[in-house]
């Protein structure tokens, strides 16, 4: 048991995401100083304070086991930029430096990401640019403020290399990017917590795909009305593979009544379980102009698919890959995950050599995070082990993506991360994901249609106004008129005056 106390702040979340960033099952509690003076019964507390003195801000932080002091931190608003000025976002800065410090000296830990918690770490050089900093003052900012190692500072410029393209905040206003969402599936693998519905019969699927439809069409008259220009389109999940070819045919038919499909920049469509992809699927597919396909091995390790309830074997990834090849695929992704459990550093290189020996253009590498929902039950605090292990695991995907010529183009964080570390997108050359880059650096508006997906609409002033769908399939298709009006409305007032 942690017990925080606080004085001249309040930064309750910000503690406690410097605490998980070292401990995930520490309990803790919070109690503010100016009410009650610290009784020190807890096994440990810290105790934060924030000052101002003579117009620069100070916060410390000590760390005490019972009574006995054992490390204290302090940093000061002039020893420190952000990537732009501000007040409220400078104070919580400093008292969440200085709390992680004393962690990190109790820990002995070093985290790569130092003090960040976030999901979208490559906003910070985008936001920073944007703000006028010059690529000097942004490493400094990512080394001495947030506290990120060398390694992962080069790996963000790396991608920031590859997505700057995309940042055009002319183009990014004009544009619109179709998300649909499937949320079904063959089986529940026990790492995940998307919402899937699993073994409906075809009729609720059949239900499902009409009110889809109905959707999309109304999704894509708003975007028209609003002179948006339609990117590109992701068709995700769940499975959409899941899907007969009637009703994948339904679904494109829906987009071809609006657009001529080949002039979609891009259109994914995952078909990440091998255990649902058939040959006219394929075909289905590739008649329809998908441009990007997903075929998702997770590991190629038998043991660990078996464990995780995939339902499918290495042999079937390696079949279906070469069906889709076969037809004529030009952009295959495959999705793997580091650290489930049972598996060491071998096993992500025996998965990673055996990927990259297929030459698929993308590669999209995650790390496990540990879901509220998932059935799989987090595995017993071994902090210091899953962080070296993680890095390991990373350190050899990468090196081996590099060496057979695959670069970084996008990057994300997760809440619960194992070892807490990173989801990777790796690509060959010219062959990025441009919809994937989108979303994660909210650089466009994303209308989802579906359950799953959540809508962000770009207003004026560069915030996004999110939206999400109903996640019961009952909900979802009785109640789909509420949920065009709220898009409606949403699309009006965010997009007014642009
Ligand atoms: C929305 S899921 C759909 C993928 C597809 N249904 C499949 O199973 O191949 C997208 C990806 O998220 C990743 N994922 C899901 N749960 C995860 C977890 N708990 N930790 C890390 N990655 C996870 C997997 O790599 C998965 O392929
Ligand atoms: S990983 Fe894919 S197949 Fe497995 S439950 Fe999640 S969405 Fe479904």
Redesign the pocket.
């Known amino acids: 048991m942690l017990r925080f106390y606080f004085s001249g702040h309040n930064f309750e979340y910000e503690a406690r995401n410097a605490l998980r960033v070292f401990d995930l099952n520490i309990e803790y509690d919070v109690k503010n100083m100016d009410a009650e003076e610290p009784d020190f019964q807890c096994e440990y507390s810290i105790v934060s304070t924030l000052e101002e003195q003579e117009g620069a801000y100070i916060s410390t932080a000590v760390l005490y086991r019972k009574k006995e002091k054992i490390n204290e931190k302090s940093f000061k608003s002039h020893e420190i930029i952000l990537e732009k000025e501000n007040d409220r976002k400078m104070k919580k800065t400093l008292v969440t430096k200085s709390i992680h410090n004393v962690l990190k000296s109790h820990y002995s830990i070093v985290p790569d990401y130092g003090i960040l918690t976030g999901v979208r770490v490559v906003k910070i050089l985008i936001a920073s640019r944007q703000y006028g900093r010059s690529d000097s003052e942004i490493t400094r900012i990512l080394k001495n403020t947030y506290e990120v190692t060398d390694e992962k500072i080069e790996l963000l410029w790396d991608i920031l290399n590859i997505e700057e393209k995309y940042i055009n905040e002319k183009m990014n206003k004009e544009n619109y990017n179709l998300y649909i969402g499937i949320p079904f599936?063959p089986t529940k693998?026990s790492?995940?917590s998307?919402t899937s519905f699993i073994n409906c019969g075809q009729k609720k699927i059949d239900d499902y795909v009409d009110v889809l439809v109905q959707e999309i069409h109304a999704t894509i008259k708003m975007a028209k009305v609003r002179n948006l220009k339609l990117h590109s389109v992701y068709i995700?999940?769940?499975?959409p593979s899941v899907l007969n070819i009637e009703q994948i045919d339904k679904l494109f038919a829906a987009i071809k009544s609006h657009y001529d499909l080949n002039s979609i920049r891009e259109i994914t469509f995952?078909a990440?379980?091998p255990d649902t992809i058939t040959l006219e699927k394929l075909q289905c597919l590739k008649n329809n102009n998908v441009t990007r396909i997903s075929i998702?091995p997770?590991s190629m390790n038998e043991k660990t698919l078996l464990s995780m309830g995939r339902n499918h074997n290495t042999q079937d990834i390696l079949e279906k890959f070469q069906l889709a090849r076969n037809i004529g695929f030009d952009c295959i992704n495959m999705?793997v995950?580091l650290g489930l459990p049972g598996e060491n550093e071998e096993d992500a290189l025996n998965t990673i050599e055996k990927i990259v020996n297929l030459k698929p253009e993308n590669i999209t590498v995650?790390?496990?995070?540990y879901?509220k929902n998932?059935e799989l039950t987090r595995e017993s605090s071994q902090l210091l082990k899953d962080y070296n292990l993680m890095r390991l695991m990373h350190d050899e995907v990468r090196e081996s993506c590099r060496k057979n010529g695959y670069k970084p183009y996008y990057m994300y964080r997760q809440k619960n991360i194992k070892g807490n570390s990173e989801n990777v997108g790796y690509c060959l050359p010219a062959k990025e994901s441009i919809y994937n880059m989108i979303i994660i650096e909210e650089l466009e508006t994303i209308l989802a249609c579906g359950i799953g997906g959540s809508s962000k609409i770009m207003t004026e002033n560069n915030h996004h106004e999110p939206l999400r769908n109903f996640k019961s399939l009952e909900e979802y298709i009785s109640r789909i008129d509420e949920i065009l009006e709220k898009k409606k409305n949403l699309l009006n007032s965010s997009l007014e005056g642009i």
Request: proline fraction near 0%; hydrophobic fraction near 25%; include cysteine.
């Open positions: 599936c693998c790492y995940c998307f995700g999940g769940g499975t995952e990440g379980r998702n997770q999705d995950i995650h790390s496990l995070a879901k998932a």
